[in-house]
């Protein structure tokens, strides 16, 4: 069941971008490979995305997403930061019994999508996933950035929802996922992100953070009657908005 909700999410995301103009919005896809030392080989697959339409706004994702930088100094930033404190003798040359020679494989995803944007509100999603050689298992994260255009910030969840009761919250989890005592804190509010779909909302705890790896992405429907009770004015106005873009 989680997979399915999760190609849920997905699937509702690809359809609130379709139903944006792209031709108000500027991408750039990079995808190559870099090798370190002869040994070390890193794909890197990153996409970016910007508005066109105003350059104040642009201006403004460019301070709040993209740590100031445009999307070349950003990639650099990101390949650097990938890479870190990367060394030669960490990848000493190996060769298989044939002779043919072993090269240690890293990849990094990361993906920033404009998925909604008014005159008051923009929302991206960054999706990220990332693999280290040697490394039991990659790791992927997902998160939705809404920035209040008059207040000029990203606004966190507490601008967003009210806390939820933790037995309301479990009770929802346990209803999709077999999940039964595995929490990994007390606390299961806040999520890591909200997001706002087609008339839904949903709560998302990326791996790690309330459950081990192997239940991966959590996310939740918030059925009508709990979204409107907890949802704060500002969400709601969110809310209102998507439901009539569509």
């Known amino acids: 069941m989680k997979y399915i909700n999760l190609i849920f999410l997905f699937l509702f995301g690809a359809i609130l971008n379709s139903c944006i103009n792209t031709e ?7 995808n190559y490979e870099k090798t370190l030392f002869g040994t ?3 794909e890197f697959d990153v996409t970016m995305e910007n508005i066109n339409y105003s350059d104040e706004i642009a201006n403004l994702i460019i301070t709040l997403v993209y740590n100031g930088k445009n999307f070349e100094e950003y990639l650099e930033y990101i390949e ?47 999706f990220s996933y990332f693999y280290y050689s040697g490394a039991a298992h990659g790791n992927y994260l997902l998160k939705y950035y809404i920035i209040d255009l008059t ?9 967003l929802i009210n806390k939820i ?8 989890i346990e209803s999709d996922y077999d999940i039964f005592g595995e929490y990994l804190r007390e606390n299961i509010f806040p999520p890591d992100t909200l997001y706002f779909g087609n008339n839904s909302i949903e709560l998302i705890w990326n791996t790690y953070q309330i ?8 996310s939740i ?4 009657l709990i979204n409107q009770q907890y949802l704060t004015e500002k969400g709601k106005e969110i809310k209102a908005l998507l439901n ?3």
Do not use: C, H, W
């Open 24 to 30: 108000k919005i500027v991408r750039m896809d990079y």
């Open 151 to 159: 207040e000029k910030r990203i606004l966190n969840i507490n601008d």
């Open 80 to 126: 650097n930061e990938f890479i870190g404190g990367a060394r030669e003798d960490l990848y000493p040359q190996i060769y298989y019994d044939d002779g043919t020679e072993y090269f240690y494989s890293s990849y990094l995803s990361k993906k920033y999508t404009i998925e909604f944007y008014s005159d008051l509100f923009i929302i991206i999603k960054y």
């Open 211 to 218: 459950t081990p790896y192997s239940n991966g992405i959590i």
């Open 221 to 224: 429907e918030l059925p009508d």
């Open 244 to 246: 009539n873009k569509k």
């Open 165 to 172: 009761p933790d037995d309301i919250l479990k009770e929802l």
């Open 40 to 42: 070390y080989q890193i």
